[in-house]
């Protein structure tokens, strides 16, 4: 943790620097800093007194490169647009200074900007330089047609390029010659030219020939010996005072892939870089505390140098800063607000930083949102040809159809299939989504399938599912076979979606034998990776089809798992016996398992007890168990980020201590299961203060870091305010980009759903909704099934129809959902369904209050006071009110009143006992009731004590206690 925040570091970064700067003030290279600075503005300065076009090419060369910040900061702020203008002022002189600025001019408009005008005048300018003897030009703008940029593919015109570059002793004309020459001694008499010419210029000190040495080993190196030739090369560069090769030379020892891989010289590396100027060096450096540590970077030295990175105005360096502040409470939250707000004014063409703001102004976290400014700016880092780029702006121009026209749409349309085309794979999987919808293309499934399959070949589990999806729309033949397929692949790689849609298919026989043992299997497996899903068709499986008997299968299948060794099939057992509500065989499997060495097991133990409140013995128990698999588990980063959150579900300091700090540290390493935990603990204040800006600011970086479920957990904050400001428009945006993601998700279509059924976050549309309940429905969640049997019950959104509010109230019903039997209870007594059934109905509400549901109770008591669907039982009726007031129901204590005060055997005690009780938890009509009791009574502390009670039920909205306290205060005020 941090000295002193970032965001004070900030406001005082004047001091901070003014410190450093007297500290080091004695200090060589403090002296060389300033040295280097007054040099380059000094040298600036002398060439603006000059009016010579050699003048304008040195001056625009030094501001192409930047200069230091100041005395204090060796950063480098480039001048482009300053650049620009002076070589095209020199540009306009001939002379023998004009193939060398219209080189750098080419240069310079290629890096900033690829759009085919700026392409077309840079190769213009490389022409005509090229044709004045320039053998640079030649180089680039043989690159340029060997690429394709600009127009079509010309190899062997880039060749003869290439061979005139060469000719002038241009020694990386030599190494692109090898790299095309299909004849081995051809390319070898090629390569040897080039390395000859640039070993030549690198012992004559040449930085730049040392550091294309450097990348041309570091390129061909298939192992260590010729990455540490890079390594000799690079340094060499460096010692030249390259501040590229520096950085090049950080990147590789840091590279985790690398044998050469050595942090602490990659650091000394990263630093000589940012003191010579490099920006991205100084925010490799200031990143790195929040990055894993790696580097070992101290927080102050971080600190110091992000200030020197803010102070260059760079929009990338503003973006990181912001990005870090904001995890440091509120007024690190307005501090990062302003430099993307700064970032903004300074937005240059650097395609990440661009991507970056594009990605904070499209999702409105940190910045107000403006999804039409955010998919300019993906518009324009797409021009520099940017994959990442074209994806996002298609992506975000696709799910926010309101802030998208339909020619943006096309473009979209246009620039997701070139990013799919180069292989981004999520590209691809959207191109997919978009044909197989028919989202700004015209609907095709066997194009969609396609791309699907390209990005499946790229391993992606998505494109497996889709894919799957698609096959098992045909329920038999080699169709269902290819649908088991993907999603065995998709199962394979751990997508517990995959394994529901396979328990599925094998539940229902669809292309397969239907075999009810392995799809409880598969359902248990999918429960045990965390899906709810699963555990409704878990439930759904045994409760609907023969009871403990289909319940036997799945366990039989699972205990037979067990003893073949299987690893994870007692935590499915388990989890199996949750779902029935048997605990105590839950706890039972899980201890056996855990006792016999699995750290798994231990782990999902600790988690059960601490569950529910636990008891003294059950968090003695846990802590125990969590020890043991922590010691198993240490090296194991997802697991431990698990068992952290355990820990803070323990009372003790020490524990709560333990669990903090160790997910502290996994944050640091950029561990995204650990900042979703720790988001989740401070969201909910689990051993922890509650804190919703950090909490944002730890699941935004986990959904950057591809944690799908970081998302949905902040888009509930959103919703519910959890810790945070509710903002019902932002968890719907983010809800559509999971339902982009992955549409058959039934807890985002229910979401979404009851967005549009509450106008929360959107415009209120129950079609919409009730759509979305469909969806989720039909996937046998029984939520969805409640949400659409109720829209069909009452009209909401469709077309009221009692049979289909039956039928799907009943399937909910069937899975235990206590709400739907709740439902069904009230449609079939009320006359809403089919028929008036209050024999139905009982039977309904029967079954919700054996599961515990106080209004299904009520209504039990109601049926056998009367004898409506029933035989008529009072004690019976009392027994139910009773079960339901002693779990809380106000409700059920007020009809204990009316059962004792109005019924066939009045009790005036108990009568007022249940009254007193009703009215004390809060029930309006009883308060009222007690007050007209008290008023009764007469006496002064009674006239108080019934003045107090008319003014709580009044204030609870009881419109007599409202009237009466009305007519008191006109004769309190006396006539006129």
């Given at each position: ?7 004070l570091?900030?406001t005082?970064?004047s001091?901070?620097?003014l410190?450093?700067?007297?500290a080091?003030?004695q ?10 600075f007054?040099?380059a503005v000094?040298?600036?300065e002398?060439l603006?007194?000059?009016n010579d076009?050699?003048a304008?090419?040195e001056?625009?060369q ?5 200069l ?5 900061n ?6 482009l647009?300053?650049a620009?203008r ?9 002379g ?15 890096a900033?900007?690829k ?6 005048r840079?190769a213009e300018?490389?022409r005509r330089?090229a044709?004045m003897?320039?053998?640079?030009a030649a ?11 600009g ?9 003869n390029l ?14 692109a010659l090898a790299?095309?020459e299909?004849?081995p001694?051809k ?6 030219q080039g390395l000859?010419?640039l070993f030549?210029?690198a ?7 040392a550091?294309t040495?450097?990348?041309h080993y ?9 990455l540490s ?9 460096s010692?030249?005072g ?8 950080g990147r590789?020892?840091l590279d ?7 942090p ?5 590396a990263f630093?000589?870089a ?9 925010m ?8 894993g ?9 971080a600190d110091?140098?992000?200030d020197?990175?803010?102070e ?5 360096a503003?973006v990181l ?5 904001s995890?440091?409470?509120l ?7 302003g ?6 004014q300074h937005v240059?063409n650097?395609a990440?930083?661009?991507i970056?703001l594009g ?12 999804v ?6 993906f518009d324009?880092a797409?021009?520099?040809d ?9 992506r ?5 159809r ?10 979209a ?5 070139s ?5 981004h794979?999520?590209?691809a ?17 066997a194009?969609a ?12 589990p998505?494109?497996?599912?889709r894919l799957?999806?698609l ?8 169709e269902?076979q290819r649908?088991?397929e993907?999603?065995r692949k998709?199962?394979e790689?751990n997508?517990a ?7 599925k ?9 239907q075999?009810?043992?392995l799809?409880?299997t ?6 045990a990776?965390g ?12 409760s609907?089809a ?23 099939a007692?935590?499915a057992l388990?989890k199996?016996?949750?779902?029935r509500g048997?605990r105590?065989?839950?706890?039972a499997?899980?201890?056996k ?6 750290a798994?097991a231990a782990?999902?133990?600790?988690e059960l007890?601490l569950?529910?409140q ?8 846990a802590r125990r ?10 090296n194991?980063?997802g697991?431990?980020?698990r ?7 323990l009372?003790?300091a ?5 669990g903090?700090?160790?997910l502290?540290?996994l944050?640091?390493?950029n ?6 935990a720790?988001?989740?603990a401070?969201?909910?204040?689990t051993?922890?203060?509650?804190d919703g ?13 591809g944690?799908d479920?970081?998302r949905?957990?902040?888009?509930k904050a959103?919703?519910d305010?959890t810790a945070?400001?509710?903002d ?11 339902y ?5 998700d039934t807890?985002?279509q229910?979401?979404l759903?009851d ?13 919409m909704a009730a759509?979305?309940?469909a969806?989720a429905a039909?996937?046998g969640?029984?939520?969805g099934?409640v ?6 019950l ?6 009221r129809?009692?049979k289909?509010?039956?039928?799907w109230?009943s ?6 959902l206590?709400?739907?039997?709740v439902?069904?209870?009230s ?7 089919a028929t ?9 509400y029967?079954?919700?209050a054996?599961?515990g549901?106080p209004p299904a109770?009520?209504e ?6 009367k004898?409506?669907?029933t035989?008529t039982?009072p ?11 002693n779990v809380?129901s106000r409700d059920a204590?007020f009809?204990l009143?009316r059962?004792?005060d109005l ?19 809060g029930?309006p ?20 004590a019934?003045?107090?009670w008319?003014?709580?039920a ?7 206690a409202v009237?009466a306290?009305g007519?008191q205060?006109?004769v ?5």
């Amino acid at each position: 943790m941090m000295r002193i925040s970032l965001w004070l570091a900030s406001t005082l970064a004047s001091a901070a620097l003014l410190t450093a700067s007297t500290a080091w003030s004695q200090s060589t290279a403090e002296a060389d800093q300033r040295s280097v600075f007054r040099a380059a503005v000094e040298k600036v300065e002398q060439l603006r007194q000059r009016n010579d076009p050699a003048a304008l090419v040195e001056r625009a060369q030094l501001l192409q490169d930047g200069l230091p910040v100041s005395e204090t900061n060796p950063l480098k702020r480039p001048q482009l647009d300053e650049a620009e203008r002076l070589y095209e002022q020199a540009l306009a002189i001939p002379g023998a200074h004009w193939p060398s600025a219209a080189l750098r001019r080419a240069k310079l408009l290629l890096a900033r900007d690829k759009g085919p005008a700026s392409v077309e005048r840079a190769a213009e300018l490389l022409r005509r330089a090229a044709a004045m003897q320039n053998h640079e030009a030649a180089f680039v703008l043989a690159g340029l047609m060997e690429a394709g940029i600009g127009g079509k593919r010309d190899i062997e015109g880039a060749k003869n390029l290439y061979q005139i570059a060469l000719r002038s002793e241009h020694g990386p004309a030599g190494l692109a010659l090898a790299r095309l020459e299909s004849d081995p001694a051809k390319a070898s008499v090629f390569a040897t030219q080039g390395l000859r010419i640039l070993f030549q210029e690198a012992r004559q000190g040449s930085s730049e020939a040392a550091r294309t040495l450097a990348d041309h080993y570091r390129a061909t190196s298939e192992g260590p010996e010729r990455l540490s030739v890079a390594v000799e090369w690079y340094q060499r560069a460096s010692d030249l005072g390259d501040g590229e090769a520096a950085l090049r030379l950080g990147r590789l020892r840091l590279d985790p892939r690398s044998a050469l891989r050595q942090p602490q010289e990659a650091r000394a590396a990263f630093e000589k870089a940012a003191q010579r100027g490099s920006i991205e060096a100084a925010m490799i450096l200031a990143e790195d505390p929040y990055n894993g540590a790696a580097l070992s970077v101290p927080a102050k030295s971080a600190d110091l140098w992000l200030d020197r990175a803010i102070e260059t105005k760079a929009p990338r360096a503003l973006v990181l800063a912001a990005e870090i502040r904001s995890q440091y409470g509120l007024d690190g939250r307005e501090a990062a607000k302003g430099l993307l707000t700064e970032a903004l004014q300074h937005v240059d063409n650097d395609a990440t930083a661009l991507i970056a703001l594009g990605r904070h102004l499209r999702d409105g976290v940190l910045i107000n949102r403006d999804v039409p400014v955010a998919l300019k700016l993906f518009d324009r880092a797409a021009a520099s040809d940017n994959t990442a780029a074209l994806y996002e702006f298609a992506r975000s121009a696709l799910t926010y159809r309101d802030a998208a026209t339909d020619d943006t749409r096309k473009t979209a349309i246009e620039r997701l299939r070139s990013a799919a085309d180069r292989g981004h794979v999520k590209a691809a999987v959207a191109m997919g989504d978009a044909l197989f919808l028919g989202n700004g293309i015209a609907q095709s499934q066997a194009d969609a399938m396609r791309w699907y399959q390209k990005a499946a070949e790229s391993g992606s589990p998505t494109a497996y599912i889709r894919l799957g999806d698609l096959y098992a729309a045909h329920s038999s033949g080699m169709e269902a076979q290819r649908s088991l397929e993907w999603y065995r692949k998709a199962a394979e790689a751990n997508s517990a979606i995959a394994m529901v849609r396979l328990g599925k298919m094998f539940n229902e026989g669809r292309g397969v034998p239907q075999d009810q043992a392995l799809a409880a299997t598969w359902f248990s497996r999918a429960a045990a990776a965390g899906s709810g899903a699963a555990m409704v068709e878990l439930s759904d499986l045994y409760s609907r089809a023969g009871g403990p008997g289909h319940f036997n299968l799945a366990r039989e299948a699972l205990e037979k798992a067990v003893r073949a060794g299987d690893a994870r099939a007692p935590i499915a057992l388990a989890k199996l016996y949750l779902a029935r509500g048997e605990r105590p065989l839950a706890e039972a499997a899980l201890r056996k398992a855990a006792e016999s060495g699995s750290a798994e097991a231990a782990l999902h133990l600790a988690e059960l007890y601490l569950s529910v409140q636990p008891t003294a013995e059950q968090q003695s128990a846990a802590r125990r168990w969590l020890a043991t698999a922590e010691k198993v588990m240490a090296n194991d980063d997802g697991q431990a980020s698990r068992i952290a959150l355990a820990y803070l579900k323990l009372p003790d300091a020490g524990s709560i201590q333990h669990g903090s700090s160790t997910l502290e540290a996994l944050v640091r390493k950029n561990n995204a299961e650990a900042m979703a935990a720790f988001a989740t603990a401070l969201l909910e204040g689990t051993g922890v203060k509650r804190d919703g800006v950090r909490a944002e600011a730890l699941l935004r970086r986990a959904v950057q870091l591809g944690h799908d479920g970081a998302r949905f957990i902040l888009a509930k904050a959103y919703r519910d305010g959890t810790a945070l400001e509710r903002d019902p428009a932002r968890a719907v945006a983010l809800y559509r980009e999971i339902y982009s993601d992955e549409p058959g998700d039934t807890k985002v279509q229910l979401a979404l759903g009851d967005a549009y059924a509450r106008g929360e976050g959107v415009t209120r549309d129950r079609r919409m909704a009730a759509e979305f309940y469909a969806q989720a429905a039909r996937q046998g969640d029984p939520e969805g099934q409640v949400r659409l049997g109720t829209a069909y019950l009452y009209g909401g959104g469709l077309p009221r129809d009692s049979k289909m509010s039956e039928h799907w109230l009943s399937q909910a019903g069937e899975t235990g959902l206590i709400e739907a039997n709740v439902h069904l209870g009230s449609a079939k007594l009320s006359g809403l369904g089919a028929t008036v059934d209050a024999e139905g109905a009982f039977a309904s509400y029967l079954r919700a209050a054996e599961a515990g549901s106080p209004p299904a109770m009520i209504e039990v008591a109601r049926a056998l006071m009367k004898g409506v669907g029933t035989q008529t039982d009072p004690a019976l009726a009392r027994t139910w009110l009773e079960r339901a007031a002693n779990v809380g129901s106000r409700d059920a204590m007020f009809e204990l009143y009316r059962l004792h005060d109005l019924g066939a055997k009045p009790n005036s005690r108990e009568s007022d006992r249940w009254l007193k009780q009703a009215a004390q938890s809060g029930h309006p009509a009883a308060m009222y009731r007690l007050a007209l009791r008290h008023k009764q009574a007469g006496s002064e502390k009674d006239e108080l004590a019934a003045r107090e009670w008319l003014e709580k039920a009044a204030q609870a909205g009881h419109p007599q206690a409202v009237k009466a306290l009305g007519k008191q205060a006109v004769v309190a005020s006396g006539p006129g």
